[in-house]
Nanobody, 126 residues
Framework: QVQLVESGGRTVAPGGSLRLSCADS????????MAWFRQAPGKEREFVGARGWSNHSPNYAEFVQGRFTISRDSANNTVFLQMNSMKPEDTAVYYCAVRTRSGLYSNNRDYSYDYWGKGTQVIVSS
């Protein structure tokens, strides 16, 4: 059974940093494309960044503006989202997702992904 588990969410002050983790016991994160999304209260879920299964560089939403970085620890089937220079508008529940279907897809659309974690809450506040 596929299980993605996000962790690392907490309250952080504006300008601070946080690293989220997404762990997978089935090895999907090491072999399939994945993405991070987020959903703020009262808003739709939005794309944060995505990483393909190969070593191609990740791509990010415009609002990231160089502040976030996705990295992968293949040996431990874990993907990270490093967030720096955080802003109050980064407050949201953050989700990781994996795509296992083949074929062309838009990596910034949530319907492109097949498995999701339950999310981890991030609050940016002083």
């Amino acid at each position: 059974q596929v299980q993605l588990v996000e962790s690392g969410g907490r309250t952080v002050a504006p300008g601070g940093s946080l690293r989220l983790s997404c762990a997978d016991s089935g090895g999907l994160l090491s072999n399939y494309p994945m993405a991070w999304f987020r959903q703020a209260p009262g808003k739709e879920r939005e794309f944060v960044g995505a990483r393909g299964w190969s070593n191609h560089s990740p791509n990010y939403a415009e609002f990231v503006q160089g502040r976030f970085t996705i990295s992968r620890d293949s040996a431990n089937n874990t993907v990270f989202l490093q967030m720096n220079s955080m802003k109050p508008e980064d407050t949201a529940v953050y989700y990781c997702a994996v795509r296992t279907r083949s074929g062309l897809y838009s990596n910034n659309r949530d319907y492109s992904y097949d498995y999701w974690g339950k999310g981890t809450q991030v609050i940016v506040s002083s």
